[in-house]
């Protein structure tokens, strides 16, 4: 088996790791670029494991990605969403391991984290590998990754988001006819109908980037989303945006969205997470930046 060939193998469990470390496919792709030329350009018949080599490699880059992303995070316009990718049978290279852990809300929870400490929680956690493993991988050793794997724990798991019942067949259906539903709803501006479906406590958060329309804050409670979603209802019918509109229920970061679609082209992604039947949080991407990866998912499909 020729170097591209032990590449491509591993692609899928590679772009997963590089697109949960960096929380964007189009930054992931990137780092498996790089990392293919720079695994062609070592000697791999004298590495014991060219899979964890190639891990490496991806794992060293994403580190380097991140420490210099963090400061451009602070001169960020509005909140900031990860990159929405589809995750249906359509992209297995995405969901190549647990759907959970590519949410858009534990993508959030994993920038609390230190680089090194998402580095070592995801690789622990999520792909199985040993503090050994890691150690290797990171350049540290086995105690410093234990040290780190435990920091990390202890700032995600109180507030780690819920599985959204991934584990049930009958509760994803659920959410996903729900989701239709909120569809149906809001573009029809059914305000009646989107109280019934939004939880008490439900949270709204926009992502424009400051180059797509967008609420610059987040909102939180029934009473000011709904007001948001009717306000935007009536926007885009005043407007005449409504007539040339499309929304499609699909499954992105392994959860219902709707897919927003003006003259055809991709307007804007609304990520819905559900807790108790109720949607507990909308997500909304609009940055154009963001949905050129999802863009390019739609048009194979």
Same mark, same amino acid.
């Given at each position: 088996?020729?170097?591209l060939?032990?590449?491509?193998?591993?692609?899928?469990?590679?772009?997963?790791?590089?697109?949960?470390?960096?929380?964007?496919? %189009?930054?992931a792709?990137d780092?498996?670029?790089?990392?293919?030329?720079?695994?062609?350009?070592?000697?791999t /018949?004298d590495?014991?494991?060219?899979?964890?080599?190639?891990?490496?490699?991806?794992?060293?880059?994403?580190?380097?990605?991140?420490k210099s992303?963090? /400061?451009?995070?602070?001169?960020?316009?509005?909140?900031?969403?990860?990159?929405?990718?589809?995750?249906a049978?359509?992209a297995?290279e995405?969901l190549?391991?647990?759907?959970?852990?590519?949410?858009l809300?534990?993508?959030?929870?994993?920038?609390?984290?230190?680089?090194?400490?998402?580095?070592?929680?995801l690789?622990?956690e999520?792909?199985?590998?040993?503090?050994?493993?890691?150690?290797?991988?990171?350049?540290?050793?086995?105690?410093?990754s234990?040290?780190?794997?435990?920091?990390?724990?202890?700032?995600?798991?109180?507030?780690?988001?819920?599985?959204?019942?991934?584990?049930?067949?009958?509760?994803?259906?659920?959410r996903?006819t /729900?989701?239709e539903?909120?569809a149906?709803?809001?573009?029809?501006?059914?305000?009646?109908?989107?109280?019934q479906l939004? /939880?008490?406590?439900?949270t709204?958060?926009?992502?424009?980037?400051g180059?797509?329309?967008?609420?610059?804050?987040?909102?939180?409670g029934?009473?000011?989303?709904?007001?948001?979603?009717?306000?935007?209802?009536?926007?885009?019918?005043?407007?005449?945006?409504?007539?040339?509109?499309?929304i499609?229920v699909?499954?992105?970061? %392994?959860?219902?969205?709707?897919?927003?679609?003006?003259?055809?082209?991709?307007?804007?992604?609304?990520?819905?997470?559900?807790?108790?039947?109720?949607?507990?949080?909308?997500?909304v991407?609009?940055?154009?930046?963001?949905?050129?990866?999802?863009k %390019?998912?739609?048009?194979?499909?």
């Amino acid at each position: 088996m020729d170097e591209l060939q032990l590449f491509e193998g591993q692609r899928p469990r590679l772009f997963s790791i590089a697109y949960r470390m960096l929380g964007s496919a %189009s930054d992931a792709e990137d780092v498996l670029q790089d990392a293919w030329l720079r695994f062609n350009d070592a000697d791999t /018949a004298d590495i014991r494991s060219p899979q964890a080599f190639a891990a490496t490699i991806v794992t060293r880059l994403c580190l380097d990605r991140l420490k210099s992303a963090r /400061a451009k995070r602070e001169e960020y316009v509005g909140p900031w969403l990860p990159e929405p990718v589809l995750t249906a049978k359509e992209a297995p290279e995405v969901l190549a391991e647990r759907s959970e852990s590519v949410t858009l809300a534990f993508l959030v929870l994993l920038e609390t984290l230190s680089a090194e400490e998402r580095a070592v929680f995801l690789l622990k956690e999520v792909f199985d590998y040993q503090h050994a493993e890691i150690a290797e991988m990171l350049g540290t050793t086995p105690a410093n990754s234990r040290q780190l794997f435990h920091r990390a724990k202890s700032k995600v798991r109180p507030t780690r988001p819920a599985p959204s019942g991934h584990d049930s067949r009958q509760g994803k259906d659920a959410r996903y006819t /729900a989701a239709e539903r909120f569809a149906r709803a809001f573009r029809a501006g059914d305000a009646s109908q989107l109280e019934q479906l939004l /939880a008490a406590d439900v949270t709204f958060v926009a992502d424009g980037g400051g180059k797509a329309p967008a609420a610059r804050r987040p909102l939180a409670g029934r009473d000011d989303v709904l007001n948001l979603l009717v306000g935007l209802h009536r926007s885009a019918s005043a407007s005449g945006i409504a007539s040339h509109a499309t929304i499609d229920v699909m499954e992105v970061n %392994s959860e219902p969205a709707l897919v927003l679609r003006v003259n055809g082209q991709l307007d804007g992604v609304f990520v819905l997470s559900f807790e108790e039947g109720a949607i507990a949080a909308i997500r909304v991407v609009r940055n154009p930046d963001k949905l050129a990866y999802l863009k %390019s998912q739609l048009r194979v499909m």
